[in-house]
């Protein structure tokens, strides 16, 4: 039963400044929510590790509930093992996702998340961390079948703008002893193209974030805020959601 904030690692290029602060807001956001989530070059964009991010986030908390993206189209199937190896006793969980495309387009496997899963699972690790898989925010239960024989500990939904999308996957899904984890995107000024981008309309919700959220945690039992360009209205959020 957690309220999750995201985080995007800085990219590889970015100076130490950047990464100071990084290191600061988590340390900020991290007394208002109940975990971070680490996401992994997003729009394939090289960016530092989120397990890297994770390490030195140890260094300094124990307690907080970390989990973290892996992408898997650039990386061979040893390389992941290993990856997933030095994660043990540092991040709670892991969310297996293919990642997006980057400009050079050098996929190095035939593999997708769900044989990634099943092939971990078979190794043990399912047993010293949770694996997880990600899901549209409606998805189509038959196309991902194979997602759900693979048997992760959960999924993390696409951004997900109603309750009844909400709905339909826990009414489904927790049934069979997955884990829910919907993500949602904070409606606010500076986020309005990433909405743009994602196709999001959150008039719905958009004068009652912090009701929508609750709803949202009631139904899953877990929340993901993201909020990629307005840090403050993150924190003023989950600041009332933990009261």
């Avoid at 680490?38 to 307690?63: C, F, H, M, W, Y």
């Avoid at 996702?97 to 769900?114: A, W």
Wanted: net charge neutral; proline share 5%.
């Amino acid at each position: 039963m957690t309220i999750l904030y995201e985080i995007n690692p800085p990219k590889i290029s970015d100076d130490q400044d950047t990464l100071n602060t990084l290191f600061k807001r988590i340390e900020t956001i991290s007394s208002v929510c109940d975990g971070i989530h680490l996401t992994d070059s997003v729009l394939g964009i090289p960016r530092i590790s989120p397990l890297n991010i994770a390490k030195k986030i140890r260094e300094t908390n124990q307690k907080i509930k970390l989990t973290c993206s892996l992408r898997i189209r650039d990386k061979e199937l040893d390389t992941i093992e290993e990856i997933v190896k030095e994660s043990v006793g540092v991040v709670d969980g892991i969310l297996i996702l293919m990642g997006d495309k980057s400009n050079t387009n050098e996929d190095k496997t035939n593999l997708v998340s769900s044989q990634i899963v099943t092939a971990l699972n078979d190794k043990g690790f399912s047993e010293k961390l949770d694996l997880f898989l990600s899901i549209p925010a409606n998805p189509n239960f038959e196309k991902i079948q194979k997602k759900i024989n693979a048997k992760p500990k959960g999924f993390f939904t696409q951004v997900v703008n109603s309750k009844t999308s909400v709905e339909t996957i826990t009414n489904f899904l927790k049934p069979n002893g997955f884990r829910i984890i919907p993500c949602l995107l904070l409606p606010s000024e500076k986020n309005s193209k990433s909405a743009e981008f994602l196709q999001i309309d959150w008039s719905d919700y958009k004068e009652n974030f912090v009701g929508f959220v609750r709803d949202v945690h009631d139904l899953a039992g877990d929340v993901l805020i993201t909020s990629p360009n307005d840090f403050k209205g993150a924190h003023e959020t989950l600041s009332k959601l933990a009261i």
